[in-house]
């Protein structure tokens, strides 16, 4: 039976995971972090439109494309907290500095930045300005949408398929909901969001899970498992792929 109070519950417990938006006070009892999993790809909806109306905004003033483009990153990290961007930063500083799995788990740990995770961030921040800024009346927002929810839907299945590298944390406490039933809603959308790029929404898809499976695989070598830092990382770096060939193919 269809328990729609359940599922709002849900989605509003990954609006307040993976935004920084007001979400409001979860009922009683509160759904468990791995119960919220299927909608972690449909935050991306909400971050993704945002991102889109700063870059067109940013264009009706009659500001350059590479202008809107890092106003539109700006205000999608504000959205999310930079949680994403913090996971990528720890994932570079641990997975290029970290000697052996307990020091990697250190590094990763630690709240301070180091030289790979700035270099990390600076490269990766700079490929998707370019990207959304070759686009000169600005990315359309079906571009937005599919590179954010794409990306949230690749960090859904890494956090399913590998196991948690530390018994705490997000990585951890989100692991554990079986079944693939979650996996549809966020499939279903991009699904949808892709019908209308076309060809270069199925070549977006692919790359996107590779840089996906990519960085899921250093982190299996190096720590055995994911981390919340291993699922921001996914997630960065997957949007990057969709927006790189996305601008290629259409911008």
């Known amino acids: 039976m269809i328990q729609p109070r359940r599922y709002l519950a849900q989605a509003q417990l990954a609006l307040m995971l993976l935004t920084r938006l007001p979400a409001g006070e979860l009922p ?6 791995a119960q919220a999993r299927w909608a972690f790809a ?10 889109w109306a700063a870059q067109h905004g940013a264009l009706g003033l009659g500001l350059s494309p590479m202008v809107g483009a ?29 000697r052996d799995r307990a020091h990697v788990l250190e590094i990763m740990r630690d709240s301070r930045i180091g030289s790979y995770g700035v270099l990390a961030l600076v490269l990766v921040l700079a490929l998707m300005a370019s ?9 359309p927002l079906a571009v937005f949408l599919f590179a954010a929810t794409g990306s949230r839907l690749s960090m859904a299945l890494v956090l399913a398929l590998l196991p948690p590298a530390r018994p705490d944390g997000l990585g951890q406490s989100a692991a554990g909901a079986r079944g693939w039933g979650w996996l549809w809603p966020g499939a279903l959308v991009l699904v949808l969001l892709g019908l209308g790029l076309g060809l270069a929404a199925l070549v977006a898809l692919g790359v996107m899970g590779l840089a996906a499976f990519l960085a899921a695989r250093v ?9 919340g830092d291993v699922l921001g990382a996914v997630q960065i770096l997957s949007e990057m792929a969709a927006l790189l060939v996305l601008a290629a193919m259409l911008g």
């Open 28 to 33: 009683a009892p509160a759904p468990s972090r």
């Open 42 to 51: 449909l935050g991306g909806l909400v971050a993704g439109a945002l991102g």
């Open 70 to 98: 890092w106003l539109a990153l700006g205000v999608m990290a504000l959205v999310t907290g930079a949680l994403h961007h913090d996971g990528l930063a720890d994932y570079a500083d641990g997975m290029g500095g970290g």
């Open 131 to 139: 990207a959304l800024a070759s686009f000169p009346a600005g990315a």
């Open 219 to 227: 982190a299996m070598a190096r720590i055995g498992g994911q981390t």
